[in-house]
């Protein structure tokens, strides 16, 4: 195997994306959970923030998969920056809306340069391959020069949405367990 150190992987802290909670349509007093319906922008699978969402949350082997396929076509790696370190999670307080740092949190960052294009990736965690992995991704995505083919590229899209795929089935999952534990109850 090419890559050799280890990172974790997680999505982007929704407090920081920005999105400001969905207002309820139906009041204020009534609130309930549509798990079908989502107030986040339409899946683009080019995007950056989108496939550097979804690969730092999916499990480490199709991404160290994807890295493997990417560096079998890639002229030579150059690895930037390949470590941990701690960051600062913020936070919003959900009753007055307040941000504030929750703590320190484990991250691993990589930086690479391919082909004169660089590629960034940082993820929970301490697995440097993944991160490693997710920053080659971003070079060949980011990289406008002929070394980065449409082939390579459609095999990261393809990777992104089948991940993109299982946390949307998992997230839905999810949703409808906690739903189904929801009581009604009336006051008198």
Same mark, same amino acid.
């Given at each position: 195997?090419?890559?050799?150190?280890?990172?974790?992987?997680?999505?982007?802290?929704?407090?920081?994306?920005?999105?400001?909670?969905?207002?309820?349509?139906?009041?204020? $007093?009534?609130?309930?959970?549509?798990?079908?319906?989502?107030?986040?922008?339409?899946?683009?699978?080019?995007?950056?923030? *989108?496939?550097?969402?979804? @690969?730092?949350?999916?499990?480490? #082997?199709?991404?160290?998969?994807?890295?493997?396929?990417?560096?079998?076509?890639?002229?030579?790696?150059?690895?930037?920056?390949?470590? *941990?370190?701690?960051?600062?999670?913020?936070?919003?307080?959900? %009753?007055?809306?307040?941000?504030?740092?929750?703590?320190?949190?484990?991250?691993?960052?990589?930086?690479?340069?391919?082909?004169?294009?660089?590629?960034?990736?940082?993820? @929970?965690?301490?697995?440097?391959?993944?991160?490693?992995?997710? #920053?080659?991704?971003?070079?060949?995505?980011?990289?406008? $020069?002929?070394?980065?083919?449409?082939?390579?590229?459609?095999? %990261?899209?393809?990777?992104?949405?089948?991940?993109?795929?299982?946390?949307?089935?998992?997230?839905? *999952?999810?949703?409808?367990?906690?739903?189904? *534990?929801?009581?009604?109850?009336?006051?008198?």
């Amino acid at each position: 195997m090419i890559l050799s150190e280890s990172t974790a992987s997680a999505p982007g802290d929704p407090a920081a994306s920005g999105n400001p909670p969905s207002a309820n349509p139906k009041s204020a $007093d009534q609130k309930s959970v549509d798990p079908t319906q989502s107030d986040r922008a339409p899946f683009d699978p080019t995007d950056q923030r *989108t496939y550097l969402e979804v @690969l730092a949350a999916a499990s480490p #082997a199709p991404v160290k998969e994807l890295a493997e396929l990417l560096l079998a076509e890639l002229p030579q790696v150059e690895v930037l920056e390949n470590r *941990t370190g701690l960051v600062m999670l913020p936070y919003v307080e959900s %009753v007055a809306g307040q941000s504030f740092h929750l703590g320190e949190v484990l991250v691993a960052e990589a930086r690479v340069r391919v082909h004169g294009q660089e590629g960034y990736a940082a993820c @929970l965690g301490r697995d440097l391959e993944q991160t490693l992995a997710i #920053a080659i991704v971003d070079a060949v995505m980011q990289g406008q $020069d002929a070394a980065f083919s449409p082939a390579l590229r459609a095999a %990261v899209i393809q990777v992104v949405q089948t991940q993109h795929a299982a946390h949307a089935q998992a997230d839905d *999952t999810l949703l409808r367990k906690v739903e189904a *534990t929801r009581i009604e109850l009336e006051t008198f």
